[in-house]
């Protein structure tokens, strides 16, 4: 990424929302369209933010505002992007991230989750931004779309309980159709630890046990870790802390 786009990514945030798009639109004539898409799907308690892109990025940018007051909690990034350096401010009412490639590899081409955005209840939003950026082609504004879920139309994940745990702990989670499910344990930089399960589910609740050991039998290391469920075009991820 050139040192200017870096700069326009990591702007003091004590600029407005309307000057960061006056100065992307600078880009657009220069850089044309953009083959990525974000998807902001909420499920009860949280926005499950997806990428699509065909291309490794430099950086992605994408701002919230929120009706009424925002209750900021950490957000929970995928195995997709932890491993990345990631800024996020947020007020009273919006919130704006930053993901960013710190290795010069880029951010990943591919379709998946991207980070989870817990949020009280059913709080209403709108998304006012989203942006990225490759190594050669500029600062884009990319399409995005926004999928609201009722209580009919949603998978819906449990934290994990208890949490911490040092033997066993149950994981529930819920989907509303027949779906191809996965549960899936990673670290926090992304590998691999657990397949806890693979198979078809029918709609409704279910939950599975995990011991805290990896797909060899052996125990793990105390840490923080992450637990996703894949449910048919849907997934959630949240964290969890093991204890030896």
């Not at 639109?25 to 898409?37: E, I």
């Not at 902001?40 to 892109?53: E, H, K």
């Not at 050669?136 to 879920?149: L, P």
């Not at 995990?210 to 469920?229: A, M, P």
Request: glycine share 8%.
């Amino acid at each position: 990424m050139e040192t200017a786009e870096k700069e326009l990514f990591l702007q003091k945030e004590n600029a407005s929302i309307p000057s960061y798009k006056i100065r992307f639109q600078r880009n657009f004539a220069q850089t044309g369209g953009s083959n990525s898409k974000l998807s902001f799907v909420t499920a009860r308690d949280c926005i499950n933010v997806r990428l699509t892109n065909d291309t490794a990025l430099s950086a992605l940018r994408f701002e919230i505002e929120f009706k009424g007051k925002f209750v900021y909690r950490p957000l929970a990034f995928s195995p997709r992007t932890q491993s990345l350096k990631s800024y996020v401010n947020f007020q009273e009412t919006s919130l704006t991230v930053v993901i960013l490639d710190g290795e010069g590899n880029g951010i990943p081409s591919g379709d998946g989750d991207i980070v989870n955005i817990p949020i009280e209840g059913d709080q209403e939003f709108q998304v006012t931004g989203a942006y990225v950026s490759t190594r050669t082609t500029g600062i884009k504004e990319i399409d995005y779309t926004v999928a609201t879920q009722n209580a009919h139309d949603y998978i819906f994940l449990e934290q994990n309980d208890p949490n911490p745990f040092s033997n066993r702990t149950i994981i529930e989670f819920q989907i509303a159709d027949d779906s191809d499910v996965k549960v899936i344990i990673y670290d926090v930089g992304g590998t691999l630890i657990r397949t806890i399960l693979d198979s078809r589910l029918e709609s409704g609740k279910h939950c599975v046990e995990w011991d805290g050991r990896d797909d060899n039998g052996n125990l793990i290391e105390s840490g923080i870790y992450l637990y996703k469920l894949d449910a048919g075009i849907y997934s959630v991820t949240k964290k969890m802390v093991y204890l030896r």
